[in-house]
Nanobody, 128 residues
Framework: QVQLVESGGGLVQAGGSLRLSCAPS????????MGWFRQPPGKEREFVAA????????GYADSAKDRFTISRDNADNTVYLQMNNLKPEDTGVYYC?????????????????????WGQGTQVTVSS
């Protein structure tokens, strides 16, 4: 059962930008750590970015640093991933996930096994 819904993916040229959004379909996760992961074609799912429940602390994969920004609006129970200067290697399915073990916690995780709730993904394609 899908718990989160992603939107904002699409086709963009290299150097362009996209903003992904993630909202709960049922249960709200506004007080839990949230993460974005992606799965490039033919590869395993990988960590992109995460944010603690209050938004005060965030973390990024090296590939996302200085280009991507994760943020959240707890009033709307929405998490965002702003992606700038996109590269062809950013192509993949992007997933939003909620870590229900880190609610009201000052921590976030880059391990996908810590996230119990997932969206069905949104496709991001970056052309060269």
């Amino acid at each position: 059962q899908v718990q989160l819904v992603e939107s904002g993916g699409g086709l963009v040229q290299a150097g362009g930008s996209l903003r992904l959004s993630c909202a709960p379909s049922q249960r709200p996760f506004g007080r839990c750590a949230m993460g974005w992961f992606r799965q490039p074609p033919g590869k395993e799912r990988e960590f992109v970015a995460a944010i603690m429940w209050s938004g005060r602390d965030t973390g990024y994969a090296d590939s996302a640093k200085d280009r991507f920004t994760i943020s959240r609006d707890n009033a709307d129970n929405t998490v965002y991933l702003q992606m700038n200067n996109l590269k062809p290697e950013d192509t993949g399915v992007y997933y939003c996930a909620a870590d229900s073990t880190r609610c009201y916690s000052g921590y976030w995780s880059s391990n996908s096994r810590d996230y119990a709730f997932w969206g069905q993904g949104t496709q991001v394609t970056v052309s060269s």
